[in-house]
């Protein structure tokens, strides 16, 4: 906890430095929401095949989903959001000057009752 999850579209230039971009996003949720660094796990997963509008192959995506555990108020997810897209802005700059990107971020709850973790005592809430 917290799971963060970034998808892109193939298409988009290698120039995104994920280590960096990740740290970033880790900053903010420890920050923002009260997340202990060494439990905010990230991923990026790019997709060669896609599907976007009208299909023209300068259409591109990425997609930020973060999932932590609930009890979070909606003021602090909203800040969290914005605070995370302006991060994908800053990073895929150069990208939205020559492709058609959207760039989007969803916040999630893990509800306590379905999610299990070990080692014992990694877990911490908020």
Known sequence: M?????????NLPDSV?????FAAIHHVLHETAGIRL???KSRVTKFDQFYIG?????NAFVQLSIRFVEGRSSE???????????????????SVARLDLQVTVEI????????????EGTFTPQ
């Open 76 to 94: 602090i997810k909203i800040d969290v959001g914005n605070q995370c897209l302006a991060l994908l802005k800053q990073f895929y700059h150069q």
């Open 2 to 10: 917290p799971n963060i999850l970034l998808e892109t579209t193939s």
């Open 38 to 40: 060494d439990n905010c």
């Open 54 to 58: 009208d299909g023209h192959p300068s």
């Open 17 to 21: 430095e994920f280590p960096k971009l």
């Open 108 to 119: 999630g709850d893990i509800h306590l009752e379905e999610y299990f973790k070990y080692p």
